[in-house]
């Protein structure tokens, strides 16, 4: 074994286990993917030394040739037989994660996502942020145990009022539930109306305290009712204003996602991160919405 203060490099010959490599040098097997990223089939001795880096390099993904993107996507429900576009049925949402898994992406938290916003950490080279929005059921009796079987996470991005009131619902026992099992809960507003613009016949002052309402007591209802601090918010339809936005900064949210297409490098503003909703189901289109490097000219 050779070891400097930036890199080990450990013998395969060894026979040890990437993920117990992980746990010794990071202290979780979660951080492999900092030894895979590190993997160079070009590099000489590649086939007889595994690669540990043990100092993080590219925090917000700046390369010589380029910049690292996250992809943010956004699904709703996951029926069977439902033809709403919001849809995805359970066979095509586990496509979706072969696709992901086999040509390694991996999720990540809306925590790891701040730090690399704020250029405090590295995270995968082919880092994406799974989001779910509104709260049905189908998030939890559905696409929870596909992504647990996949080993990936997402946020759940709910709105208070919707909470609890039919069968097809998530109920708070059930946030807890997904909470429980490391998935995140995020504000989607308390009603879901239109935050950009005033209702007909709304006064200032009336759409103001719409606004405090659906931004600030969404929040505060979330952090009761699961013990948390919800740093992240859905605006509902994606629509929102530069007030919406100081609202959100305000109230104690970090970021706030958008239904702008496209991905997000570290210089993103973290309360407008754009976000591509997955209607159109198929894997080619699919493969399209996960754009994760931009390639300057080095002209």
């Known amino acids: 074994m050779y070891q400097s203060k930036t890199y080990v490099l450990y013998p395969r010959d060894r026979g040890v286990a990437i993920e117990n490599l992980a746990r010794q040098y990071y202290g979780s097997e979660q951080d492999i993917w900092r030894i895979e990223d590190a993997h160079n089939p070009d590099s000489p001795g590649n086939d007889d030394f595994i690669t540990i880096p043990l100092k993080e390099k590219n925090k917000g993904g700046v390369f010589v040739n380029g910049y690292q993107t996250v992809p943010i ?15 995805t049925s359970p066979d095509i949402f586990r496509e979706h994660l072969t696709f992901l898994k086999d040509n390694g992406f991996r999720t990540i938290s809306p925590d790891m996502l701040l730090d690399f916003l704020k250029y405090r950490r590295q995270i995968p080279k082919k880092a994406v942020m799974i989001t779910i929005d509104d709260g049905f059921k189908s998030g939890l009796k559905t696409a929870a145990p596909i992504l647990l079987e996949f080993g990936f996470s997402a946020v759940f991005f709910v709105y208070t009022d919707y909470i609890g009131v039919s069968g097809k619902a998530l109920t708070w026992q059930d946030l807890r539930l997904l909470r429980a099992n ?118």
């Open 73 to 87: 996507l956004c699904y709703h429900k996951f029926l069977p037989n439902n033809p709403s576009p919001l849809n």
């Open 182 to 299: 490391g998935f995140y809960i995020g504000s989607h507003s308390t009603s879901h109306s239109d935050l950009s613009c005033k209702l007909e016949d709304e006064t200032n002052d009336a759409y103001r305290e719409r606004l405090y309402k659906e931004i600030v007591v969404s929040k505060q209802t979330l952090d009761r009712k699961l013990n948390q601090n919800t740093t992240i918010f859905s605006f509902p339809y994606g629509r929102f204003n530069k007030y919406v936005m100081a609202l959100s900064r305000k109230a104690g949210y970090e970021m706030a996602v958008s239904v702008e297409r496209g991905s997000n490098p570290f210089f993103s503003n973290p309360l407008a991160l754009k976000r591509d909703m997955i209607l159109k189901k198929d894997i080619k289109t699919f493969k399209t919405r996960l754009h994760t490097f931009t390639r300057l000219s080095l002209k």
